[in-house]
């Protein structure tokens, strides 16, 4: 049976089950997709079974191809290690490396810097800070700022920093209005949100056991940038949720001040989402590690 099987057919099998799409199989494969639908032809062909249901709409594993995947999975992963051990140090990053981003300076720092250091990678980047469930398809890797749990999705998520955040105001706000003692006194001061991101009404709040809470806010000041968000705060526009970080000048010279709540915010995180943990290419792996390894990302 083996010999009539190729090594390729089930490499690509392998690429759709774990993507749950022939598109997406087809871009990490680097092949066209009409590449990808014969190889599962001709893999079903030789085994004489459907592997997968398809619809207009979606595709899904049959019993058989769940069966094949489960049996299989394990020993191509050992051949995979295998051969990684063997040219790991022959690998170069190459290729498109296609990102989607919020349009940060440190960030686009970041991505130069992995540029110059990794020049076969030809680059091409995009900047959105609420990108779009349906333009996804395009890219590699997307970074993107959360706080809270993350909604269900089916790419992985790796997170590059976290931030510690404080409700913060301006002292001349705090003069005006009522100062903020519990969570549910925001429903009742201007405060600063953001309109696309974030989920920035309700805000999101941690309790003393790590559990998410969430609390409605009133806002006429909506935005979708941190730096709008405090330039608003330091104008006394609203109570705003921002990592202390981004603001510790201004805390420490008293134009922003730390407001105390029962809860702290949930933590800032930028996380770095990309299709698949299996069939991954070089250039993705590097440039998410390249990330990590940048402690100034702010």
Same mark, same amino acid.
């Given at each position: ?109 970041? #991505?130069? /810097?992995? $540029? =110059? ?11 959105? !800070?609420? +990108?779009? %469930? ?88 909506? #935005?979708? /940038?941190? $730096? =709008? ?11 705003? !949720?921002? +990592?202390? %970080? ?53």
């Amino acid at each position: 049976m083996l010999e009539k099987i190729d090594q390729q057919w089930l490499t690509t099998f392998h690429c759709i089950y774990e993507n749950n799409s022939f598109k997406r199989a087809a871009e990490f494969l680097n092949l066209p997709t009409s590449n990808i639908s014969r190889h599962i032809a001709l893999l079903e062909e030789a085994l004489d079974t459907r592997l997968f249901d398809r619809t207009t709409r979606r595709i899904a594993p049959t019993d058989a191809g769940e069966q094949l995947y489960s049996r299989t999975q394990p020993l191509m992963g050992k051949l995979n290690d295998a051969l990684e051990e063997v040219t790991q140090h022959s690998h170069k990053v190459t290729g498109q490396l296609r990102i989607l981003m919020p349009d940060s300076p440190v960030l686009a720092q970041a #991505v130069v /810097s992995f $540029c =110059l250091r990794h020049p076969s990678v030809s680059l091409c980047c995009d900047t959105s !800070i609420n +990108p779009k %469930e349906d333009l996804l398809d395009g890219f590699d890797v997307i970074l993107s700022f959360h706080r809270g749990k993350l909604s269900d999705s089916n790419w992985i998520a790796r997170e590059i920093k976290r931030w510690p955040s404080a409700v913060v105001a301006s002292p001349k706000l705090i003069e005006t209005c009522k100062r903020p003692v519990r969570i549910t006194d925001l429903n009742h001061v201007p405060c600063i949100s953001s309109f696309t991101v974030l989920n920035g009404t309700p805000w999101i709040f941690k309790n003393t056991k790590g559990d998410l809470v969430t609390q409605k806010v009133r806002s006429s000041f909506k #935005v979708n /940038s941190g $730096c =709008l968000a405090k330039t608003g705060a330091l104008a006394g526009l609203g109570f705003a !949720i921002l +990592p202390v %970080e981004s603001c510790q000048a201004e805390i420490s010279i008293g134009s922003l001040e730390i407001i105390k709540l029962e809860f702290e915010p949930a933590d800032l995180v930028l996380y770095a989402f990309y299709s698949s943990r299996k069939h991954l290419a070089k250039k993705i792996s590097t440039f998410v590690e390249h990330l990590q390894q940048q402690g100034n990302i702010k």
